[in-house]
């Protein structure tokens, strides 16, 4: 048994070595490491420069991937300070794209990646389902710091982006996005927990590599996969009773089976329907208030009808409900759908997976329609929306058609499939192709784009989920409602097409910068919280009396609109994890986590 005098000396030992180069004279005297360490004591700023040089200096994208996850797990402080000072130029390398690259090559580079012993999360095989308990206990004796985690990111790696089956290879996405919920929205780095479900693979690649480090067998049935998914979700919701479930990168019918299933049994979310959903439509928000015809005229052509597809289409579909009060039924007539067969019709002559059930048409007639292009001729629409990872699946023959069938509203177009080798179309392409004319947005980031005659900058919009997962787990995380419903969702898109400045919005930007993007998750999580009070679905006390004690004046009953007071802003604000700005400020919080009873 370790003696009290052990366990402050651990301490010192850890806050010590997060400290680095910053660490005060006192505690290497007290840690006798005179003569074994550089005399110079540096200030947080030096360190921070010296790492980012350190990044510039890597020649690949890759490398900076490998330096930056090295660092996180060497110095997280200094990783989250480096991320929130250069955000527009990092979070490239440590998600989209980058991490699909390193996702691609993970076990080969993993070893490199982390040092040894150090967890970066829970990968869980079916037999380690058996013993779950254990593998939870495991995780717990290996944490630094006595604190359970608050939010979950799981997938099972059957779909990552746009590459498909990647295995165990897939952790790469819920390491990323968990950085980015700490980063964006401030959630605490040290209460996050990154799972992968290392169930097989049914991919060949990796299952004949030799340096593959996941389960070498096929994937289980779906009674098996559900069977063993559904302990680890029960073990986990026990173990920790307020943790926030993200469901994340599965297949599209697993994806839709364990939120149909979970979502009123726990709290819980599926980023890749609900999250992408949730920030497509705030910037479709922004585009049909540009577009210059009426909203019901709107006739919307998704090309890709996964469990992404079906969930953007059904919270557009909610908004042209809720906003502008049109009928379920016209609603849903506006939306057209292609998949890899075609135009999805009732009478195409195929069996339809059942999610694509109540997207068939059946008022086509006799008409089928086998491409994109023979789909343009028959619905004319002037919403394209792309989320079938098929690159330039958006040619510049069906941009140009889009710009001539459009000639009394601008066209919109949105080729959300990442990484950039899946994306439908580029920003450059869609503007030649439109005379500059197009209401755009992306899944992945592109370059602006300068028109050679004028010379005028354009700046692409970029519906990065970025701009709302982060905030409905802070929301989640703050407020605890008993579920995430779709309400809930919908308020935090109201909020985020709102949440544009007079300069962005008279620039026709579709999004805020992402600059801003700290502020605006805590604008989105506050109508987030606000949303789930107004529903009466929260559980902490203190968010019902504070909402309920400041409701915005013009916020009319019974309507979603993603408002919010100053208060609940502030409120949740105060509430926001950041990394400390001095190494005084980061040991007085360090301490205050490892031996609370010292302060």
Known sequence: ??????????????????????????MRQALHLRGLVPTSIENFSKQELRAYQQLMSKSTNLEKYQFLAALRCLNVNLFFRLLLNHFRDIVPLIYTPTVGEACLCYSHIYPFLYPFRTSV???????????????????????????DPEITVITDGSRILGLGDLGINGMGIPIGKLQLYSAAAGLNPGRTLPIVLDFGTNNEQYLNDPLYLGTREHRPDDKRFYEAAGRVISALHYAFPGLLIQFEDFSTEHAFGLLEYW????????DDIQGTGCVILGGFISAVEQAGIPPKDQR??????????VGVAKQLIDYFVHEHKIPQPEAQAMFWFVDSHGLITANRGDTLPHHKVG????????TQCATIEEALEFIKPTALIGLSTVYRAFSEKVLTRMNEINTQARPIVFPLSNPETKAECSFEDAMRCTNNRVLFASGTAFPEYVDPETCQVYVPGQGNNMYAFPAIGLGAVLCKPTCITDTMIYAVSKALANSRSADEKAAGELYPRIERIRNVSAELAAAFVTQAVREGLVKEKHWVD????????????????????????????????????????????AITTINPDET
Request: glycine share 8%; with cysteine; aromatic share 6%.
């Open 1 to 26: 048994m370790s003696e009290p005098g052990d366990s402050r000396r651990n301490s010192i030992e850890l806050i010590g070595a997060k400290a680095g180069t910053a660490m005060p004279a006192e």
């Open 121 to 147: 999360g829970l990968f869980i095989t079916l037999d380690d389902t058996d013993c779950i308990d254990t593998v939870i206990d495991n995780y717990r004796r290996s944490m630094p710091e006595p604190i």
């Open 263 to 270: 979502r009123k049994r726990t709290l819980c979310f599926n």
């Open 300 to 309: 919307v052509l998704f090309v890709g009808a996964g469990s992404a597809g």
């Open 359 to 366: 997207l068939a048409r059946e008022d086509n007639g006799s």
């Open 546 to 589: 504070v909402v309920s004690a400041n409701m915005p004046e013009n916020m009319q009953p019974g309507h979603i609109d993603g408002l919010f007071s100053r208060r609940v802003l502030g409120e949740v604000k105060t509430l926001m994890w950041s990394p400390a700005a001095s190494v005084e400020q980061y040991i007085v919080e």
